[in-house]
């Protein structure tokens, strides 16, 4: 079982920036891999990156890349999420989800969840 509880959501400015952590228990925390999603008002949860736990290799939603880094600290069972760049349309709920197996886009992938960070950026 792994319990995930995510932190630093907020209000920010269109440009600005804002840093997600998500804190993971259990002591096989460097065997998973992590990833965020997001779900937006009114719409379905997507996919926004993740981190392989074999060889750190990840994986960036077309609409992100270039602007978001996922990163983990398995010393601290933490995973990163740092937000440049901020759009209005990046304002969502942001949950972070672990899984045994590879990078994965899908949600079915994933087998632990947190319960959400909200995050609002205004125009």
């Known amino acids: 079982q792994v319990q995930l509880v995510e932190s630093g959501g907020g209000l920010a400015q269109a440009g600005g920036s804002l840093r997600l952590s998500c804190a993971a228990s259990?002591?096989?925390?460097?065997?998973?891999?992590m990833g965020w999603f997001r779900q937006a008002p009114g719409k379905e949860r997507e996919f926004v990156t993740a981190?392989?736990?074999?060889?750190?290799?990840?994986l960036y939603a077309d609409s992100v890349k270039g602007r978001f880094t996922i990163s983990r600290d398995s010393a601290k069972n933490t995973v990163y999420l740092q937000m440049n760049s901020l759009k209005p349309e990046d304002t969502a709920v942001y949950y972070c989800?672990?899984?045994?197996?590879?990078?994965?886009?899908?949600?079915?992938?994933?087998?632990?969840w947190g319960q959400g960070t909200q995050v609002t950026v205004s125009s």
């Open positions: 989800a672990a899984t045994r197996g590879a990078n994965s886009v899908a949600e079915r992938s994933y087998n632990y």
């Open positions: 259990g002591r096989t925390f460097g065997l998973y891999t």
């Open positions: 981190i392989y736990w074999r060889d750190d290799s990840t």
